[in-house]
């Protein structure tokens, strides 16, 4: 591969880091080895780990997610609004609809299938502690879409919106690597090109890599339960391995095709599925049903945001927020890196409120709709003997959303249109993570070798079936939750170098700007007016060069 190095969009080379590339690979290779030969050893590892994370730094979490909503939307709404994520006349590189469909694709695709009743109808079985509501009353129901909505729209989103401003700020603005290192420059200065950026780097790739895996691995596991109730195959390891393994061949032939064949094509297929499955949905359930938990539910979300978002072990219950919120909130912390380089990748022309505006509302208003149907639909099945959810989910969160098709005409076809949504959402996952994962440890390449793009995406589906073998759904939470801390500091850091950043670009001061030009106009004014006997040689100079 050293003769097959990569050339960013300046042209000079970009062949991978081999420090980067070797400790993250063998990094991976060893938990994936552990998972492997040790399973037993590698799950009790993860539970006493996470204890201990959410027992000590769950508050940092909490604190973490809120700021970085809170930045994201001052950011927004400031002078630094009005720059632009490039050069002063660069054009958005993709349509607005392409744009809002990969990083749409990319930021929570396989999620919003999998928890779209599960977490609703779990919620629903079980009411958050905080709220002292019974289970399984109307009171619950309201409390289950409302804390669904406050994991899935606006905090996700401006965890994202910070990693990937600084990143398309940093590369397209100010000219630097397309690393997550590069970003720190403000704060590390020439450090950030060496040990100590290499480090920040080592990290994302470690975020990254699990990040992903739980999101592959909770695909394989819905398929793997659709395939049982399609046709009769039985949910076991062994299917749930072949299912990782047929979706990562598929990831491969995506990824020789490249982000604009590849990625784009599939993340618009993704789109048109997820809302032809949403539409069948709200048409043949509880349409007018759906129609007032929309409302209901954002506006409950809305009034309790700031309770909700505040909620730490101190008062409530650790286990619960451990197994929900915190685990939420590192997930969208360790998929950071991935969701963020990624969509800075493709924001490049965009100003900044243009970006803002467009990462933290659509996406949040979208899952706010695919909540309320899915979700409200999910319900109402319950509460009126429809479809006794609340089982199904008991067998297994992958189990809901097949029984709530089953629960609807066309049950069959619906279902596998769900695979294959979630196969899909599987590939450019992958696709995305692993053109993320290749830039990482090739220098900040904005095209990494393909080869090393497929090498990312075959290690990131090992480390998915090494948790599942080692654990299931809690060791897919565990990795992630432990993974997201240290990069929590990061992130922190990350912000900050942007803000000093923005804070000294001339498009955010005009005023500066202006008075500058005044300066210069006026010394020329009076350089051209200067005494005509003995002129100083600015004067001189002026007299020959007019223009």
Do not use: C
């Not at 170098?497 to 001061?509: F, I, T």
């Amino acid at each position: 591969m050293s003769e097959q190095v990569e050339r960013d969009r300046t042209g000079s080379v970009r062949r991978p880091d081999p420090v980067v590339l070797t400790l993250s690979v063998g990094g991976v290779l060893a938990v994936v080895a552990w998972g492997l030969l040790a399973r037993g050893s590698l799950a009790d590892f993860g539970t006493s780990g996470l204890a201990w994370v959410i027992r000590t730094f769950g508050w940092f979490f909490v604190v973490a997610a809120d700021a970085f909503l809170v930045l994201a939307v001052v950011i927004a709404a400031s002078r630094f609004g009005r720059i632009r994520l490039g050069a002063d006349d660069d054009e958005p590189e993709f349509s607005t609809l392409a744009w809002i469909a990969m990083m749409f694709s990319a930021g929570m695709g396989i999620g919003l299938v999998f928890f779209a009743v599960a977490e609703p109808i779990q919620h629903y079985a079980a009411p958050p502690p905080a709220t002292g509501i019974a289970a399984q009353t109307p009171a619950a129901g309201a409390a289950a879409m409302q804390y669904t909505l406050f994991h899935w729209t606006l905090h996700p989103w401006g965890i994202y919106a910070i990693a990937a401003l600084a990143l398309a700020y940093s590369t397209f603005r100010k000219g630097r690597d397309n690393r997550i290192s590069a970003a720190f420059h403000p704060l590390l200065g020439a450090r950030a090109d060496g040990a100590a950026g290499r480090a920040v780097d080592l990290l994302a790739v470690f975020a990254t890599v699990f990040g992903s895996a739980t999101s592959l691995g909770l695909g394989a596991l819905q398929v793997a339960a659709g395939l049982h109730l399609v046709t009769g195959i039985r949910d076991t390891k062994g299917v749930e391995l072949v299912v990782i393994g047929a979706l990562t061949l598929a990831f491969v032939l995506s990824a020789f095709s490249g982000l604009h064949k590849g990625v784009k094509w599939l993340s618009t297929t993704n789109v048109v599925l997820a809302v032809l499955l949403m539409v069948f949905v709200f048409v043949v359930g509880p349409t007018i049903y759906t129609l007032e938990v929309l409302p209901a539910s954002v506006g409950d979300y809305l009034g309790n945001l700031v309770f909700m978002s505040t909620r730490t072990g101190a008062f409530s219950d650790a286990a619960w927020l451990g197994s929900w919120t915190i685990f939420y909130w590192a997930w969208w912390i360790s998929w950071a890196p991935f969701v963020g380089t990624f969509i800075a990748r493709i924001s490049r022309g965009r100003t900044v409120r243009q970006f803002l505006v467009g990462v933290l509302l659509v996406p949040s208003g979208a899952s706010a709709v695919w909540f309320s149907i899915m979700g409200g639909s999910a319900l109402r099945a319950q509460a009126t003997g429809a479809r006794d959810l609340v089982a199904d989910v008991g067998r297994g969160s992958e189990q809901a959303l097949f029984g709530l098709l089953d629960a609807l005409p066309l049950a069959t076809v619906t279902s596998v249109l769900a695979m294959v949504l979630i196969a899909l959402y599987f590939v450019t996952s992958a696709d995305s993570a692993s053109l993320v994962l290749g830039s990482l440890t090739s220098n900040g390449a904005l095209r990494p070798h393909r080869v090393l793009v497929v090498l990312w995406g075959v290690l990131i589906g090992a480390v998915a079936a090494a948790l599942l073998l080692a654990g299931g759904l809690e060791a897919l939470q565990q990795a992630t939750i432990m993974v997201a801390l240290p990069f929590v500091v990061v992130m922190l850091g990350l912000a900050a170098a942007l803000w000093r950043d923005m804070a000294a670009d001339p498009a955010a001061n005009p005023h500066l700007v202006r008075g500058r030009r005044y300066g210069l106009a006026a010394a020329v004014r009076a350089a051209r007016s200067y005494d005509e006997e003995d002129p100083p040689p600015v004067t001189r100079w002026l007299r020959r060069n007019p223009r």
